[in-house]
Every structure is written in structure tokens, then in C-alpha cells.
């Protein structure tokens, strides 16, 4: 197993960078995604549920929603669909029909076997923050434009953390990789980086075709192997209020012909590109992914479809989005809950408005993260290093969050409530008595080391032992772990052939021109 | 209504002080208490609540508890509990038909009856943090000694925020009054401050007496008015392992015997005074508490009682306490399960290890508040302004707590889920149809003022607004606030009568010695 965290000495480099390399930076949990067992929170009755229903497909019905992509009218004008012009009208025993094809959870294989997840089901899967197209660091202290270094720095904290489980978009817009190339730059660095699942934009037929034959030299994989079982996944938003575009429909039409997974997530703002309510702005979101999850059903049934929530409000004052709101957790909860009676798997967020890895940073992705676990989510998109409503990454927003995550994953394991003969520990209290503590009996020694949570990034030394170490605050602490973590990275192995291959794809493709930038 | 929020002008004072008075320094929402409609989280099966419950019942019947009480020790022995020395056993029918006298709801009534507050249920309460025996701020940048003053700034706070519910003990302890007459100084201080309900500390009986009859005169009140119905209460915690004090239990007869409310929490941190399993720890503390509980039912039925929780866990590392950890929050919720299974209402807290208010502050705080959530809890105790384990009150801290609690404040209100047509809003998602945004429809128009959560912390503007404005990290922004809040303070009205006699309570109390300190 290709795991960063084991701390087993390799072989290679200097002796000074070998013995840095041969330790662990911090001792983290397993990679093993969560099992959530908590019941979900559901705010909506089944009345509720019906009426967000009935909204959702009187969108679907009356008003419509436009597909800028002339392939998937024709699709959907052959499939029965009420098509005029560009404006796409499906009357809900087609969308329900269509619906009931997806699985209701599936697998994802990475080039590492060991890091395959499934989505779906009772599986909480956390991925990295894509698509900032700003970076932010302690060190720099300010707002500057990706790169290509700072997208392969986080790609590499994304290989890391064995709480992140899934790799996302771009962790950082690399905005020095010229538009047309960035996509085989950046996907040599992730693949080279990274053994987990991947991902592709959606973004014009190269970029999407590029990445899948990445994907599949990466794995060493036949085309017929590549297509055996989903290895990657495309994620796409609607053009809210109700519009597909065209590259985002083209991507998914791709990537399930080859047997790929796909997540619509439509981002509807409440008060802005949704209605002010949050029942309005979960029906239209729904109304925008199903109408997309019906299409690729109709076109392959049983392809792999997971339905987003992204719905979150606007600050009314500035009309600036804001994210981790009490009004962002009960949509996704909501969403959670319409997501079961779909069928479908969820994908939410971990998200926060603040600019800099504050508190109101940590206390906003930690609405977000609960509601996660609450709305019974099963991919959570831009679990680490998320900050300005998505516009800048963070590496210590990451290892802060990383640190939550595995606290959520620690959470989910059952054995913290054990109740039997052994945990009720009636032995020991009755030996301890009245008098005395726990610390020293045989009960606490034979569990001690086990028994709780470690943290590798909060401080739990009262306010003299921190101040004593140096009355480092958390961003400082996550700052310091992330240069050592970067300091001992090793990539996870990968035959120097697939790497040649990988190598010469990139090579050829860049000669070919990349990809079109007109789009 | 004595509310400082309603930014309502006042006469007197200097014009400029009056016109900084006049206005509210932040718009924050009313003082209503939420209700938690959440389905609680609960991870206790059926056979999980039973083996708990037995093995509370068994260390009850088999080991007994220790109570340095001796009219306590009177009481059971009459009651029929096998009393031996100071060691107390009781039967588990002797337990269930106390604890059943128990109501599993019951009000407090402050000076100020438009602050009275129900206990049990499905409310939701918080408090302010206690008993800290340090202060740190942004200012002095370190940690120092409690004193009068900064207990009674941020007795302030406790008072401006109507997020803040209840009084805890002293915010602060004010080691600068000498503590045989700190409680008359800092009581005086509380009730001319604050209007809500308040708290006595059970250090012997001249202390609970001193602040009963206080509280009792603050009111304007007869002896058989504040006896009518519970006025204020007291919080005690066992001395775990098994274990009650005199001053403690002597506390609760005095306050019970006076009609008035009583909180029992052991503080069984697992692995040090409580066995390092869970499930132990959580039975050990209800077996300290269920005794407890059953002795003040058996001298006055139906008193009544809310049981809490502190089971939390050590850093095995340090054996330093841990808190909003996964164990402390499964501990919260398991024990919620239990509090549901006797019929009692439930107090639990807002902790965290952090010294300083930063990102870990925040997600240890979240953890603890959405574990608050998930279990049911009625009161939470420390809700704001805890850092370090409870050794460190900053008023920072609190401000940003408040803005979380008033987040959770929010997240209860049902309007946010509502699902009729106006919700659902079909008719705006057709006039917007598929393109154009919402934002100057009737539909947002009618309800954008209130529509969203309005923050008075966090910085929802984007990295260049924030920026411009100063670049002030969250806890900075809070200590301005602080100061504001504090400059513009004005207590609640209390007649003039009541002030003076309260005046000479103090005085006449301080001439005759205070209370003995050598407890």
C-alpha cells in the first residue's frame, strides 16, 4: 500500500533528506472513508418532501430548462421530451423513469487499488478544494495568483492526508500554465502526485478526452479495462437559472460513454440566481440536476450520477455569496433528504466566506462539515483548503480542516460507544472505589494508547506549555506542518514505463496544440 | 423590555456618550430561546441504554457512593439506602421512583420576567462560561488574573447578547475581593448588571443563603414569592470517582428547600477520574448524579433538577483534559439518550483545549455547540467565552461564540424549511425563467430583509473589501467589538429602592464577616 503516512524508511536520496523522509511528519489515521450511521436530520415532512417535489418537476414541466448543447436536444427530442428551440420540457414519469436507473451507489477505482471508494450508501468520502483561482499562504500573506508550483503543493497535501479521499479540480487555478495545455500539465503533476480518484473538467471535448487517456495510461489500463468499472469522474454546474452549457453537457456525455461517473451540481445562490426561499432555490436546483441526471440515464442507464447541492444564500447587504450559513445547512439537509427519495447519491461542500484561516473560518466549515454528516452527504467537494467562497486555497486551511475531517472520521467509528461488560468497566470502577483515579489501573493501560482521538494539529497543552512552546497560533502550527509535510513528500510509486507513456501523451498533445481556448 | 439591542435612545449622561449609547452597537435577533425540533443523534441502541442504565444501577447497588454529607447521610438512611460510614447504596427502585418525581420541564423567572427561561423540553438555553480563574484579551495579549472588573465586563456581555440566556457563576472569578465577601460584591455586580436568571455557587451556606436573599430582593420579592416558583439555581459537581462534598450537597438542600432549581454534573473525565471507555465514564457520571438527584427528590419531591455532563476525555499523552473531541461529543449524545430515559432535562457545554481564540477555538467550540445540538441538551453551560479547558474567560472568545449561538438560533427556525407555494416560489422561478437573476423580484424584494441570517461577526465580503477595511482577523474584529459593546453599555433599570436595599444587604453582610473560607 502506497500510504504517506506509515512512516516505512524507502531507499534513495541524500541521507539528510532520507532520514527527514523516513519519518512520519504526523501519525494520522488510516486511509478508511467513514461510515456515517447517524440517523440524518430531516427539517422537511413528507409533505414538505412531496411539495418540493411537485415544484421541482412543474419546473421540469412547465417552464423547462435550456440545454445549450444541440446533441442533447436531439437526444432528448427523440427520447419524447417537449423541445423548442433550446428550451427543454419533460413531464415527470419520463424524469422519475430515467432517475430510477442510477445506481444508488457505486465504486470508483484509482490507479491505487487500495485507495478505491464507494459512493453511495452510508460512505462519507472527502475530497480537496478545487478551483480557486487565487492562493494564500501564511508565509506570502497575501492574495496572489495559482501556479503550477502551488497546484502541485497542494496536489501533494491532497496524496498526504489519508482523510482526503478523492481529488477534486485543480486544488489552484494554475493560471502560469498557458489555458491550452493546462490540462496535461496539471494532470501529469496530479497523476504523478496522486493514486487517488481523479477528476476532469468539463471544459471542451480535448481537455476531457485528454484527461480520461491520462487516467487510463496512469492505471496501466486497456480501454475495454478503463471502461470495465468508473475509474474518475467529471463534475458540472448548471448556468443557474435553469441553462445547461454546452462543454459541461458535452464532458458528461463523454465521460459516461467510457463507462465514467458524473456529478451535476447546480449552484443556486439563493436571492440571486434562485429564489430567495430556500424550498424555491432546492427545487430548482433539483429541477436543473435532474433533468441532466435523465439524460445520461436515457443515454446509458445505470451510469453512475450523483446529485449536488450547492445552495447557499447571498449577504442581502452585499449581494456577496455566503457559505456555512444556517440557511446553507438546512438546504442541504433538505437536499439530503430529496436525495433519498431520488435515489441518488449526494455531494455537498465544506465551505466558508472568511478570507484567512480564522475562527470564522473554522466555525463556518464546521456548519458546513455538520451538515455534510447530517444531510447523510456521500462526497464532500472542497473539504480542505477552502477560503473566500472558494476563490483562494489555503494550505493551512487545508491542514486545519484535514484536522477536522479525521476528528469526523474518528466520529463515525462505533467502537467510542461500545456498551458491553468491558466498556461498562464495572471492574474497574469498583476497584478505583471512591478515591483515587483512573490513570494507573489495568483497564486504562490496556486501552490508553487507542482510546481516543489524536490530534496532529490542535494543541492541547494548557496556556503555559503553549506559551512556552512558542505561543504559535493554529494557522502558524498548520503553516510550519505544511512545509514539513511538503519537506518529506514522496510520491506514491508508479512504473518509470506508464510514466514514459504518461510523458510522451503530454508531449504529443502540447505538439498537437493542447486544447481550443475559444470556448 | 430591558433590551439593550433594540438601539432605543435613552435620556442622560454626556450628549456624546448618550449618542454612543443611543445607537445599538450591532443588530442582533431577539431574546427567544430556540427550540430544537432536530431529531437528536443517538448512537445507544435499545440494549446500549440498557446496559448503561444497569451499570449505573450496579455502581449504585454494589459500590455506593461517598457522601461527606452528614445530613445527606441522615436523609438516605432514612430513606432506606444501606448507609455504611459515609458510603451510601441504593437500590435501583429507590433510584427510578425518585428520579421519576423529577418534572422533565420547568421555568425560571429572573427580576425581569420577559428573560424567564424554560428548562426541558425541546429548548435550547446557553450561558455564559464560569468560573475561569484567568482572563486573557487581545490587549493585554497575556494570561492574567481574574478581577472585579473584568468579571463585570463580561458580565456585560451576558447581559447585551440575548443569545445568552442564563448567568453561569462568576465569568470570571475576581480574585482581587477577598473571598469571604467575594460573592456579595460580584452578586451586587451581577443583578445591577443583568437581568436574567441567576446562579449560586454551593461553597457553604453563608455564600447560597447571601445570594438567595439577594436575588430575592432584586427581584422585589416576599419570601413566599420567590419561594412560588424557581427564581435562580445552583450547579454542582461530584468529586468523581463516586463521590459528593459538603459544601455541594448542603448547597442544593438550601436551594431546594427554597423552591429554587439545582444542576448536578460530574465531571468524569474518562481516563483520569471516570474509566478511559465511554460507556463507563458515562455511567459512572450518571450514577454520581442519579444518587444526587434522588436525594433532593426524597426531601422535596418534585424539585426541580437537570442533570449534566462533562464526560470528556484526556490527552493520553499529557493526561491533560480534551474537549469538543469525537469522545466528548458521542459522550454528549449518549448521554442525552440517558437524560431522555429518566425523564430529566440535560445541561451540557461549549469547550474547547485552545488558549487562544483562533481557527482550533472553533472547531473544539462547533463541536461541542453541534454536540449540544445533537443530544437534546436543554442548558448550555460556558456557551461563551471559554478557552483552555475552562481556566481562561476572554471576551473575544465570547463575542465570536455568540455569533455561533446565534447561528444555531437561526438554524431552529422553521420558516427556513417552509414548503408552501410562496416557498416553492414556482410563479418567480417562471418570470426569471432561464435567464437573469433574482434579485429585483417582487418575490426577493417582499423578503429579502429578513429572509437570511444577518451576521454581526463574520466578514462576508470578498479578500479586496476585507482588505480595504484593515485585514482585521475574526478575533481582532471581536475585540473591537468588545470595546464598543462595553462603551456603550447601559444596565437594565432596577428601582432605586431595591438598589439601596440590596446596597445595605451587601454592607450589612460584609460587617458581619461574609463567609468563612477555610471550606
Given at each position: 500500500?502506497?500510504?504517506?503516512?506509515?512512516?516505512?524508511?524507502?531507499s534513495?536520496?541524500?541521507?539528510g533528506?532520507?532520514?527527514?523522509?523516513?519519518?512520519?511528519?504526523i501519525?494520522?489515521?488510516?486511509?478508511?472513508?467513514?461510515?456515517?450511521?447517524d440517523r440524518?436530520?430531516?427539517p422537511?415532512?413528507?409533505?414538505?418532501?412531496?411539495?418540493i417535489?411537485?415544484?421541482?418537476?412543474r419546473?421540469?414541466?412547465?417552464i423547462?430548462?435550456?440545454f445549450?448543447?444541440?446533441?442533447?436536444l436531439?437526444?432528448l427530442?427523440e427520447?419524447g421530451?417537449?423541445?423548442?428551440g433550446?428550451?427543454?420540457?419533460?413531464g415527470r414519469?419520463?424524469?422519475?423513469?430515467?432517475v430510477a436507473?442510477?445506481?444508488?451507489?457505486f465504486?470508483l477505482t484509482?490507479r491505487?487499488?487500495?485507495?478505491?471508494?464507494t459512493?453511495?450508501?452510508?460512505t462519507l468520502l472527502?475530497?480537496?478544494?478545487s478551483?480557486p483561482?487565487?492562493y494564500?499562504d501564511?508565509?506570502i500573506g497575501r492574495?496572489?495568483s495559482?501556479?503550477?508550483?502551488?497546484?502541485a503543493?497542494?496536489?501533494?497535501?491532497?496524496?498526504?492526508?489519508?482523510?482526503?479521499?478523492?481529488a477534486?479540480?485543480?486544488?489552484?487555478?494554475?493560471v502560469d500554465?498557458?489555458?491550452?495545455?493546462?490540462h496535461?500539465?496539471?494532470?501529469f503533476d496530479?497523476?504523478?502526485?496522486?493514486?487517488?480518484?481523479m477528476h476532469a473538467?468539463?471544459?471542451g471535448k480535448?481537455r476531457?478526452?485528454d484527461?480520461?487517456?491520462?487516467v487510463?495510461?496512469?492505471g496501466?489500463l486497456?480501454?475495454e479495462?478503463f471502461?470495465?468499472?468508473?475509474r474518475?469522474y467529471?463534475?458540472?454546474?448548471?448556468?443557474?437559472?435553469?441553462?445547461?452549457?454546452?462543454?459541461m453537457?458535452?464532458?458528461c456525455?463523454?465521460l459516461?460513454r467510457?463507462g465514467?461517473a458524473v456529478?451535476?451540481t447546480p449552484?443556486t445562490l439563493a436571492?440571486?440566481?434562485a429564489p430567495v426561499?430556500?424550498?424555491?432555490?432546492?427545487?430548482q436546483?433539483?429541477?436543473e440536476?435532474?433533468?441532466?441526471?435523465?439524460l445520461?440515464q436515457y443515454?446509458?442507464?445505470?451510469?453512475?450520477?450523483?446529485?449536488?447541492t450547492f445552495t447557499?444564500?447571498?449577504?442581502m447587504?452585499?449581494g456577496?455569496?455566503?457559505?456555512?450559513t444556517?440557511?446553507?445547512?438546512r438546504?442541504?439537509?433538505?437536499t439530503?433528504q430529496?436525495?433519498r427519495?431520488?435515489g441518488?447519491?449526494?455531494?455537498s461542500s465544506?465551505?466558508c466566506?472568511a478570507?484567512?484561516p480564522?475562527?470564522?473560518?473554522?466555525?463556518e466549515?464546521s456548519n458546513?462539515?455538520?451538515?455534510?454528516?447530517?444531510?447523510?452527504?456521500?462526497?464532500?467537494y472542497h473539504?480542505?483548503?477552502?477560503?473566500e467562497?472558494?476563490?483562494?486555497a489555503?494550505?493551512?486551511?487545508?491542514?486545519m480542516d484535514c484536522?477536522?475531517?479525521?476528528?469526523?472520521q474518528?466520529?463515525?467509528?462505533?467502537e467510542i460507544?461500545?456498551?458491553?461488560p468491558d466498556?461498562i468497566a464495572l471492574?474497574?470502577?469498583?476497584?478505583?472505589?471512591?478515591?483515587?483515579?483512573?490513570?494507573?489501573?489495568?483497564h486504562?493501560?490496556?486501552?490508553?494508547?487507542?482510546?481516543f482521538?489524536?490530534?496532529?494539529?490542535?494543541?492541547?497543552r494548557?496556556?503555559e506549555g503553549w506559551?512556552?512552546a512558542?505561543?504559535?497560533?493554529?494557522?502558524?502550527?498548520?503553516?510550519?506542518?505544511?512545509?514539513q509535510?511538503l519537506d518529506?513528500?514522496?510520491p506514491p510509486?508508479m512504473?518509470?514505463?506508464?510514466r514514459?507513456?504518461l510523458?510522451a501523451?503530454?508531449?504529443r498533445r502540447?505538439?498537437?496544440?493542447g486544447a481550443?481556448?475559444?470556448?
Amino acid at each position: 500500500m502506497a500510504d504517506q503516512a506509515t512512516g516505512r524508511r524507502r531507499s534513495g536520496g541524500r541521507a539528510g533528506a532520507a532520514a527527514r523522509r523516513g519519518a512520519a511528519v504526523i501519525e494520522q489515521m488510516p486511509f478508511s472513508p467513514p461510515i456515517n450511521r447517524d440517523r440524518p436530520v430531516e427539517p422537511l415532512s413528507a409533505e414538505g418532501i412531496a411539495a418540493i417535489h411537485d415544484g421541482a418537476m412543474r419546473i421540469l414541466e412547465e417552464i423547462g430548462v435550456v440545454f445549450l448543447n444541440p446533441e442533447a436536444l436531439a437526444i432528448l427530442r427523440e427520447a419524447g421530451c417537449r423541445v423548442e428551440g433550446e428550451t427543454v420540457r419533460m413531464g415527470r414519469d419520463f424524469v422519475m423513469e430515467m432517475v430510477a436507473k442510477a445506481p444508488s451507489q457505486f465504486t470508483l477505482t484509482p490507479r491505487n487499488p487500495a485507495h478505491r471508494i464507494t459512493v453511495g450508501g452510508d460512505t462519507l468520502l472527502f475530497g480537496n478544494v478545487s478551483s480557486p483561482p487565487s492562493y494564500w499562504d501564511m508565509e506570502i500573506g497575501r492574495k496572489v495568483s495559482g501556479t503550477r508550483e502551488k497546484c502541485a503543493d497542494l496536489m501533494k497535501l491532497t496524496q498526504y492526508f489519508n482523510c482526503i479521499h478523492f481529488a477534486g479540480g485543480y486544488p489552484v487555478e494554475p493560471v502560469d500554465i498557458h489555458a491550452s495545455v493546462r490540462h496535461l500539465d496539471v494532470l501529469f503533476d496530479k497523476l504523478t502526485l496522486c493514486d487517488k480518484v481523479m477528476h476532469a473538467y468539463s471544459l471542451g471535448k480535448e481537455r476531457v478526452e485528454d484527461v480520461m487517456e491520462m487516467v487510463r495510461i496512469a492505471g496501466g489500463l486497456t480501454e475495454e479495462e478503463f471502461q470495465a468499472t468508473p475509474r474518475m469522474y467529471t463534475n458540472i454546474n448548471s448556468t443557474s437559472p435553469l441553462k445547461h452549457d454546452f462543454p459541461m453537457i458535452d464532458g458528461c456525455l463523454r465521460l459516461i460513454r467510457r463507462g465514467q461517473a458524473v456529478v451535476v451540481t447546480p449552484f443556486t445562490l439563493a436571492g440571486a440566481m434562485a429564489p430567495v426561499t430556500m424550498a424555491g432555490a432546492v427545487a430548482q436546483s433539483l429541477a436543473e440536476a435532474l433533468c441532466a441526471i435523465a439524460l445520461f440515464q436515457y443515454v446509458r442507464p445505470g451510469t453512475p450520477c450523483v446529485i449536488g447541492t450547492f445552495t447557499s444564500n447571498v449577504d442581502m447587504k452585499s449581494g456577496a455569496p455566503a457559505f456555512g450559513t444556517p440557511e446553507y445547512m438546512r438546504a442541504t439537509q433538505m437536499t439530503g433528504q430529496m436525495a433519498r427519495f431520488y435515489g441518488l447519491p449526494l455531494r455537498s461542500s465544506g465551505v466558508c466566506a472568511a478570507n484567512v484561516p480564522d475562527g470564522q473560518a473554522m466555525w463556518e466549515t464546521s456548519n458546513s462539515l455538520w451538515a455534510a454528516v447530517q444531510s447523510g452527504t456521500n462526497m464532500v467537494y472542497h473539504a480542505a483548503g477552502w477560503l473566500e467562497g472558494g476563490l483562494i486555497a489555503s494550505p493551512e486551511k487545508f491542514i486545519m480542516d484535514c484536522e477536522v475531517l479525521q476528528q469526523i472520521q474518528r466520529y463515525m467509528q462505533p467502537e467510542i460507544w461500545d456498551t458491553g461488560p468491558d466498556e461498562i468497566a464495572l471492574d474497574a470502577i469498583r476497584s478505583v472505589g471512591n478515591s483515587g483515579h483512573f490513570f494507573g489501573t489495568q483497564h486504562t493501560q490496556d486501552r490508553y494508547t487507542t482510546a481516543f482521538y489524536q490530534p496532529f494539529l490542535s494543541d492541547w497543552r494548557n496556556f503555559e506549555g503553549w506559551e512556552a512552546a512558542g505561543a504559535i497560533w493554529t494557522p502558524e502550527r498548520a503553516h510550519l506542518l505544511y512545509k514539513q509535510i511538503l519537506d518529506a513528500f514522496e510520491p506514491p510509486p508508479m512504473d518509470a514505463a506508464i510514466r514514459d507513456e504518461l510523458t510522451a501523451f503530454v508531449a504529443r498533445r502540447k505538439a498537437e496544440g493542447g486544447a481550443p481556448t475559444d470556448f
